[in-house]
């Protein structure tokens, strides 16, 4: 067996006279049942009901792409993964996740973030009282655009039905704010459309490393990686970026951020976020961070109750789904390891509100 792992609309609205409502960000805004002919029955062994607490956010991230295909060989070279093989490898993501959901219980909202195309798992997910949002931008640009013509879109969210659209920004404030125009009017388009839906939006922001430059790309920190400059700088990048989308008269529902320990910067932009939308929540993302990492990373939750969960990613599924393709393990075994480590995450998002952030927290051990 291989070590599995180590390592989540409206205009903008007067600040909130009081403390941010308890409402459960990631409750469906509808409730229509699930398309019959969409194959919508929870997996076998799995109860049907609307799950309800005041538990963390817990968001499963599987709605890579073109990343998918490099994880899966462990090395970072692009794996040969037809689509058919990704679809089947993203169900068992899923199947993991909702293995598990009896010993989450009540003490965390779940949720999923996927890619389009995967109507068996958001009905699965609905029937089983688990949140979806579905990824609308396209994969691996440095610029924001959609991923497909707006009624392609449109007609996705209409079959899917998932509580929120996704979309990813990248953004460096210290480029000219010209150069985020562009970025802002696909935005909006986009919002436009998720609130047509009767869905709600949710926006993903990436702080790239450094401004592009003519002829080469931007890149991320690797899985883990946050250098000493760029950790310090964040904040305020963050910050800065949050309020050029906000006053573009974009109010997102729902945030996923980069997470970090500067607990007191974090709760001035959780101020930001609320003082657009009240009841906007926050949700932590991974960067494919290992466990310890991720402790750090969850630690600036201290700054607000508006953090109010995480979407996390390859932490859970890469070295289970990795493992699985390379022939190294079943696919009951991939499904277990994906299924504790969710676990082993949320027990780590629930001890950074208990432990002091300079101080190690003790987690569930990582599945092996």
């Given at each position: 067996?291989?070590?599995?792992?180590?390592?989540?609309?409206?205009?903008?609205?007067?600040?909130?006279?009081?403390?941010?409502?308890?409402?459960d960000?990631?409750?469906?805004?509808?409730?229509?049942?699930?398309?019959?002919?969409?194959?919508?029955?929870?997996?076998?062994?799995m109860?049907?009901?609307?799950?309800?607490?005041?538990?963390?956010?817990?968001?499963?991230?599987?709605?890579?792409?073109g990343?998918?295909?490099?994880?899966?060989?462990g090395?970072?070279?692009?794996?040969?993964c037809?689509?058919?093989?990704?679809?089947?490898?993203?169900?068992?993501?899923?199947?993991?996740?909702?293995?598990?959901?009896?010993?989450?219980?009540?003490?965390?909202?779940?949720?999923?973030l996927?890619?389009?195309?995967?109507?068996?798992?958001?009905?699965?997910?609905?029937?089983?009282?688990?949140?979806?949002?579905v990824?609308?931008?396209?994969?691996g640009?440095?610029?924001?655009?959609a991923?497909?013509p707006?009624p392609?879109?449109?007609?996705?969210?209409?079959?899917?039905?998932?509580?929120?659209?996704?979309?990813?920004?990248?953004?460096?404030?210290?480029?000219?704010?010209?150069?985020?125009?562009?970025?802002?009017?696909?935005?909006?388009?986009?919002?436009?459309?998720?609130?047509?839906?009767?869905?709600?939006?949710?926006v993903?922001?990436?702080?790239?490393?450094e401004?592009?430059?003519?002829?080469?790309?931007?890149?991320?920190?690797?899985?883990?990686?946050?250098?000493?400059?760029?950790?310090a700088?964040?904040?305020?990048?963050?910050?800065?970026?949050?309020?050029?989308?906000?006053?573009?008269?974009?109010?997102p529902?729902?945030?996923?951020?980069?997470?970090?320990?500067?607990?007191?910067?974090?709760?001035?932009?959780?101020?930001?976020?609320?003082?657009?939308?009240?009841?906007?929540?926050?949700?932590?993302?991974?960067?494919?961070?290992?466990?310890?990492?991720?402790?750090?990373?969850?630690?600036?939750?201290?700054?607000?109750?508006?953090?109010?969960?995480?979407?996390?990613?390859?932490?859970?599924?890469?070295?289970?789904i990795?493992?699985?393709?390379?022939?190294?393990?079943?696919?009951?075994?991939?499904?277990?390891?994906i299924?504790?480590?969710?676990?082993?995450?949320?027990?780590?998002?629930?001890?950074?509100?208990?432990?002091?952030?300079?101080?190690?927290?003790?987690?569930?051990?990582?599945?092996?």
């Open positions: 067996m291989v070590d599995t792992v180590n390592n989540a609309q409206t205009q903008s609205q007067p600040p909130s006279p009081g403390p941010m409502p308890v409402d960000p990631l409750r469906r805004p509808r409730s229509a049942p699930a398309d019959p002919g969409a194959g919508g029955k929870p997996p076998a062994g109860t049907t009901h609307t799950r309800t607490g005041s538990g963390p956010c817990c968001m499963v991230a599987f709605d890579h792409r990343s998918f295909a490099r994880s899966l060989s090395a970072g070279a692009r794996a040969d037809d689509p058919a093989r990704r679809a089947e490898l993203k169900l068992t993501i899923w199947q993991g996740v909702a293995g598990a959901l009896g010993r989450v219980g009540a003490r965390a909202r779940p949720g999923i996927i890619d389009r195309g995967h109507r068996r798992i958001a009905a699965e997910a609905e029937a089983a009282g688990v949140a979806v949002a990824a609308l931008e396209a994969s640009q440095a610029v924001l655009r991923e497909a707006l392609a879109l449109r007609e996705d969210l209409r079959s899917l039905r998932p509580g929120f659209g996704k979309v990813l920004v990248r953004r460096n404030p210290d480029e000219p704010a010209s150069s985020m125009g562009g970025q802002l009017r696909t935005l909006r388009e986009l919002d436009e459309l998720v609130r047509a839906a009767g869905a709600r939006l949710l993903e922001l990436l702080i790239v490393r401004p592009r430059r003519a002829g080469r790309r931007d890149r991320r920190p690797r899985p883990g990686e946050q250098p000493e400059r760029r950790r700088e964040l904040p305020r990048l963050q910050r800065a970026a949050v309020e050029e989308i906000l006053a573009a008269g974009v109010a529902a729902l945030w996923k951020l980069e997470g970090h320990a500067d607990t007191e910067a974090a709760g001035a932009l959780a101020g930001l976020v609320g003082s657009a939308r009240p009841e906007a929540s926050i949700l932590i993302l991974g960067a494919g961070s290992e466990i310890a990492g991720l402790r750090r990373l969850f630690s600036c939750r201290a700054g607000s109750e508006r953090y109010r969960g995480f979407a996390v990613g390859r932490t859970i599924w890469q070295r289970p990795s493992a699985l393709w390379q022939g190294e393990i079943s696919r009951a075994e991939a499904r277990q390891a299924g504790d480590n969710y676990l082993a995450v949320i027990d780590a998002f629930e001890s950074a509100a208990r432990a002091p952030t300079a101080g190690p927290a003790a987690a569930r051990p990582p599945a092996r």
